[in-house]
């Protein structure tokens, strides 16, 4: 069975974006699911989320884009966490101009990704907040959807027309399949009304495709990308662990697999053996 691939996509910085790539990637490996996350924004925010420096890796989704080998070639296993990583490099922020003459500029990533699909059950695109091209090389390498996060705040909404209507584009052009898999509500704080307007109004612009997890506003998920790890492992009884447990459980339902039974790791179709990759450890 070939890998559900998600880009998690919003031109707006500070939504929890990458917060929310990193922390599913890590439940879903923690119970056995062979995970890829995909860095393909320059800051390198995902690639130091997990504990990985941008400038000591020898390459990554730069030289992948590029075409410089191929994309087993760059990626870095983790054995503790479960998680397979695609680091972003220093080489990144000048891809997008380096693309522009390229044929087939768009679609670099899906071709890139293509060998990689029957190694995976997942794979997570952390798009860069913009709709530059290498946004666009993630909408159209996302063969199941795009995962839009938004956060509980005034404005919530702003610019997701212009994102919407990107996603519409692509998919007529480019990705015809493309299709929102699940708005994610993030920073959420119960105890305003702020934030239940905004979940409201955000459920009314999007419907059923909002995931009913909320991700709260959290003190331990702020800290954990400082300590290089996912909040399943730096914090994991935390609040807003259990929030993310809880959406990475909601996703596998609607993928159609069984989720980790309780609090356990273990799904119910047994653990998956992380495949082998050449490079060191995280």
Known sequence: MAARVYALVNQKGGVGKTTTAVNLSAFLGKWGFRTLLVDLDPQANATSSLGVDKYKVRGGTYEVLLGV????????????????????????????????????????????????????????????????????????????????????????????????????????????????????????????????EVVEEVRSYFGKAVFQSLIPRSVRLAEAPSHGLPIAAYAPSSVGARAYAALARELLTGDGFAPPEGKGDRTARGPVPAPHTPRLDL
């Open 69 to 196: 080998a191929p994309l087993a070639s760059y990626v870095l296993y983790n054995p503790k966490l479960k998680i397979s990583l695609l680091p972003a490099t220093p080489g990144l922020a000048g891809a997008e101009v380096e693309l522009v003459n390229e044929l087939a500029r768009e679609s670099k990533l899906r071709k890139a990704l293509e060998p990689a699909l029957a190694r995976y059950d997942y794979i997570f695109l952390d798009c860069p907040p913009s709709l530059g091209l290498l946004t666009l090389n993630g909408l159209v390498a996302a063969q199941h959807g795009v995962i839009i996060p938004v956060q509980a705040e005034y404005l919530a909404l702003e610019g997701l027309g212009m994102l919407m209507q990107t996603i519409r584009k692509v998919r007529e052009a480019l990705n015809p399949g493309l299709k929102v898999r699940g708005v994610v509500i993030t920073m959420y704080d119960g105890r305003t009304r702020l934030s239940r």
